[in-house]
């Protein structure tokens, strides 16, 4: 049987990651595509020479041209610019919506059958207007970002309570930004969930508190110390994690930015909730209870992806 493939549109400091862990975990064969000339390329040829080294059977190529990654099974898109120093997320959407225009068609002309992973920021309102141009079926089309931010959550968790970070399982909600809400009440260690381990004293409220504010800016407390560009092994990471789950039917249940018309509430917009992903994309959006506070927070986040959408309806006229 062919081997799945996958095109990373975006071949930078993700894009690049993305290829060196799909190959190494032998996901399929891998397709780097950039507009930058010459990074692809490079990019796909020094992963490659890793392979006796690494030991995988996997075919990398570097390219400029979209009709590269027919067929493609999974694209993840990391395409566009990063944050600096002093910007937040919403600082890139006007030149991140132009990217995902050019990037949604390339999609939708060669690879229209395939699970789309986006993660170029600002996240919720990139991966709406990728699913806008590109046309592709609403649970093919995804962003990543609850993987990611629960995986800080989760990395601090463990620091603070000394255990494996194996044994901590996190859930975080809402748009990727600011307004994100790490739900304490569903998070555990080995299935003891955190108000309980306040109660037990291996932690403060205090603490919690501000390791749910350090989990919110995780992504510019590392945008601060690298200057030059934002975090990239956690978040390819976490789409591999999540293209795995598809290509291997795995059904696992991951909080991603997924499209929900009626779950929680939602009359059509991406956001991000626990999902099941498996062989169609997302099976379901897991539609859990929350409590009047959690609601609160939510409906924040919610109000303020809604308003990064209207912005992308303001500047392209065509999503209006
Ligand atoms: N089509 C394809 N690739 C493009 C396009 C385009 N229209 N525009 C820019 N690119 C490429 C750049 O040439 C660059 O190689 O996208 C790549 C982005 O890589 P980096 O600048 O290294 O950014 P990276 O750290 O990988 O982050 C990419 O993911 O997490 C988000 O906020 C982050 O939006 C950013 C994205």
């Given at each position: 049987?062919?081997?799945?493939?996958?095109?990373?549109?975006?071949?930078?400091?993700?894009?690049?990651?993305?290829?060196?862990?799909?190959?190494?975990?032998?996901?399929?064969?891998?397709?780097?595509?950039?507009?930058?000339?010459?990074?692809?390329?490079?990019?796909?040829?020094?992963?490659?020479?890793?392979?006796?080294?690494?030991?995988?059977?996997?075919?990398?190529?570097?390219?400029?041209?979209?009709?590269?990654?027919?067929?493609?099974?999974?694209?993840?898109?990391?395409?566009?610019?990063?944050?600096?120093?002093?910007?937040?997320?919403?600082?890139?959407?006007?030149?991140?919506?132009?990217?995902?225009?050019?990037?949604?068609?390339?999609?939708?002309?060669?690879?229209?059958?395939?699970?789309?992973?986006?993660?170029?920021?600002?996240?919720?309102?990139?991966?709406?207007?990728?699913?806008?141009?590109?046309?592709?079926?609403?649970?093919?089309?995804?962003?990543?970002?609850?993987?990611?931010?629960?995986?800080?959550?989760?990395?601090?968790?463990?620091?603070?309570?000394?255990?494996?970070?194996?044994?901590?399982?996190?859930?975080?909600?809402?748009?990727?930004?600011?307004?994100?809400?790490?739900?304490?009440?569903?998070?555990?260690?080995?299935?003891?969930?955190?108000?309980?381990?306040?109660?037990?004293?291996?932690?403060?409220?205090?603490?919690?508190?501000?390791?749910?504010?350090?989990?919110?800016?995780?992504?510019?407390?590392?945008?601060?110390?690298?200057?030059?560009?934002?975090?990239?092994?956690?978040?390819?990471?976490?789409?591999?994690?999540?293209?795995?789950?598809?290509?291997?039917?795995?059904r696992r249940l991951l909080p991603?930015?997924?499209?929900?018309?009626?779950?929680?509430?939602?009359?059509?917009?991406?956001?991000?909730?626990p999902t099941i992903i498996?062989?169609?994309?997302?099976?379901?959006?897991v539609?859990?209870?929350?409590?009047?506070?959690?609601?609160?927070?939510?409906?924040?986040?919610?109000?303020?992806?809604?308003?990064?959408?209207?912005?992308?309806?303001?500047?392209?006229?065509?999503?209006?």
């Open positions: 049987m062919a081997r799945p493939k996958i095109a990373l549109i975006g071949a930078g400091q993700i894009g690049g990651t993305l290829a060196h862990l799909a190959a190494i975990k032998e996901l399929g064969d891998v397709i780097l595509f950039d507009i930058a000339d010459g990074t692809p390329q490079g990019k796909a040829l020094d992963i490659a020479e890793s392979g006796p080294s690494e030991k995988f059977d996997a075919a990398l190529k570097g390219t400029t041209s979209y009709e590269d990654i027919a067929g493609a099974d999974v694209c993840i898109v990391t395409a566009g610019v990063p944050r600096k120093p002093g910007m937040s997320r919403d600082d890139l959407l006007g030149i991140n919506l132009k990217v995902m225009k050019s990037v949604g068609e390339g999609i939708a002309a060669n690879a229209p059958d395939a699970f789309v992973i986006c993660i170029t920021n600002p996240l919720d309102a990139m991966v709406w207007a990728l699913r806008e141009f590109s046309g592709l079926p609403h649970q093919k089309v995804v962003g990543m970002a609850g993987v990611l931010d629960s995986a800080r959550f989760r990395h601090f968790l463990s620091l603070e309570f000394d255990v494996s970070m194996r044994d901590v399982s996190a859930f975080v909600l809402g748009g990727h930004g600011d307004t994100m809400v790490p739900l304490t009440r569903y998070s555990t260690v080995a299935g003891i969930p955190l108000p309980d381990l306040v109660k037990m004293g291996w932690t403060s409220q205090e603490k919690l508190d501000e390791i749910v504010q350090r989990t919110r800016d995780g992504g510019a407390e590392i945008v601060g110390l690298l200057k030059t560009g934002s975090a990239y092994y956690a978040p390819a990471t976490s789409a591999i994690e999540m293209a795995e789950a598809y290509l291997k039917d795995q991603c930015a997924a499209w929900c018309d009626g779950e929680f509430g939602l009359d059509g917009m991406y956001v991000g909730v498996g062989a169609n994309g997302i099976e379901k959006v539609d859990i209870k929350l409590e009047k506070d959690e609601q609160a927070m939510f409906d924040k986040s919610v109000e303020a992806v809604r308003g990064l959408v209207s912005a992308c309806k303001g500047i392209d006229d065509s999503l209006a």
